[in-house]
């Protein structure tokens, strides 16, 4: 099996490239990181690439201190400007939850140093996901999605959305495949793009596994040996092959390169070998990020819905 280098995204025939990279064409950035300082250095290395603006997929994200919905289209103008662009192709809600705002929006944290949880507005995220259809409607996104949601969340979301949300991005990789989550998204037409696709480890506050990642995985080391590739390129040519989009974080160029590069021809025993990793339906995996202490609740829970 041999995966493609795009994927189709909504109803009307776009299409998101299978792997977002620096340097490449798909890019994944937000608001929140560097308080807008990737969104500038995306803007900027768009500008500088000359690259015609359809030929490039530009994503942000609504971040969770905007939630109210008078709050957000500020977020996507924010994060317009410091992109210095008139739309983006995707507009995600980053967290289902939400923060409570304190002036100019900062976010309120409590003496350990963690968000305090807006409960109410974290329930409604329904309420905000109308917000965001507005922005669709006024041209400053062609699509709106979501990030880090749960089954629960997306079968109550979909009840109400007048726009269908095009995307999910959720952490999947070999170790932690989310086989049922990925099931319900795609059966429903919202495609998968995979975050912290080689296991990338969070902030400490986050982290959920302790050992070895999939990179160090000793079946993964087997097949990249086989192929002449790399463990990276393996995992992610793996995804590609579930029909799920990537965007690895590298700062190392020759990473960036080689990251790429992992488009060819897997045999499907092989697949079936990397997919088996966390068991038959992924009841071995492990999480890379786990937020139950930081946030008090466990927001991917994939029976009920939290908070």
């Known amino acids: 099996m041999r995966p493609p280098p795009y994927f189709p995204l909504g109803a009307d025939g776009g299409q998101i490239p299978a792997i977002g990279l620096a340097g490449y064409r798909h890019f994944d950035t937000s608001l929140r990181y560097g308080d807008g300082q ?18 490039i997929f530009v ?6 201190v905007y939630h109210a919905p008078e709050d ?9 400007k410091n992109l210095g662009l008139d739309y983006v192709d995707l507009f995600i809600m980053h967290f289902p939850y939400a923060y409570k705002k304190t002036a100019n929006y900062g976010t309120e944290r409590d003496a350990r140093g963690r968000p305090v949880i807006d409960i109410e507005l974290s329930r409604s995220y329904d309420v905000t996901w109308r917000a965001m259809e507005k922005l669709v409607e006024a041209k400053k996104t062609k699509y709106i999605g979501l990030s880090n949601f749960s089954s629960p969340k997306i079968k ?10 095009v995307v999910n991005q959720i952490e999947c990789h070999p170790h932690w ?20 696709p080689l296991g990338c480890v969070p902030i400490p506050s986050l982290v959920g596994r302790t050992g070895p990642g999939p990179l160090e995985d000793k079946t993964i080391a087997r097949v990249a040996q086989k192929y002449s590739k790399t463990p990276a390129q393996v995992i992610l040519c793996y995804l590609l092959c579930r029909g799920i989009s990537v965007i690895p974080k590298s700062n190392v160029e020759q990473r960036i390169v080689a990251n790429y590069n992992c488009i060819f021809d897997m045999e499907e ?39």
């Open 59 to 64: 994503v942000t994200k609504l971040e969770n």
């Open 38 to 55: 990737g969104e500038m250095e995306v803007g900027e290395a768009i500008r500088e690439s000359n690259i015609p603006r359809e030929e």
């Open 269 to 307: 025993f092989d697949f079936d070998l990397i997919d088996g990793i966390a068991g038959e339906n992924g009841e071995r995996g492990v999480r890379n990020f786990n937020s139950l202490d930081y946030l008090g609740f466990d927001n991917y829970n994939e029976e009920v819905e939290e908070p």
């Open 177 to 196: 495949p989310q086989k049922g989550l990925v099931e319900l998204c795609q059966d429903n037409g919202i495609h998968v793009t995979a975050f912290g």
């Open 156 to 165: 109550r979301l979909l009840e109400t959305a007048n726009i269908k949300p």
């Open 72 to 80: 957000v289209e500020v977020n996507l103008d924010i994060s317009l």
